[in-house]
Nanobody, 119 residues
Framework: VQLQASGGGLVQAGTSLRLSCAASGFYSMGWFRRAPGKEREIVAAITRSGTSTYYVDSVKGRFTISRDNAKNTVYLQMNSLKPEDTAVYYC?????????????????WGQGTQVTVSS
């Protein structure tokens, strides 16, 4: 399984970015991030059908996870970005059908894309 994440960059606080993750198959997906000096944390997750989603509290109301199953692509729309959102963002896929809330529930990982939010 290949996962290709893209869309990261350097932006100012309050602006938006959209991350994309193209998968070579059909899976439940998640976005994780690892900030400098911190542990990896889940940001958002979505089921195969797209009908169920999950968000960590710190991004609720600002980030939206979605998917286009015709393109096998998952998106993370990030609005109202804050400096504390600065991290390497990873997409991940899991063979299970439901939402995955922890890293060990995912089987495949993309290479990561850097998001830097300046104040």
């Amino acid at each position: 399984v290949q996962l290709q994440a893209s869309g990261g960059g350097l932006v100012q606080a309050g602006t938006s970015l959209r991350l994309s993750c193209a998968a070579s198959g059909f899976y439940s997906m998640g976005w994780f991030r690892r900030a400098p000096g911190k542990e990896r944390e889940i940001v958002a997750a979505i089921t195969r059908s797209g009908t169920s989603t999950y968000y960590v509290d710190s991004v609720k109301g600002r980030f939206t996870i979605s998917r286009d199953n015709a393109k096998n692509t998952v998106y993370l729309q990030m609005n109202s970005l804050k400096p504390e959102d600065t991290a390497v963002y990873y997409c991940a896929a899991r063979r299970g059908s439901g939402l995955g809330y922890q890293a060990d529930q995912y089987n495949y990982w993309g290479q990561g894309t850097q998001v830097t939010v300046s104040s």
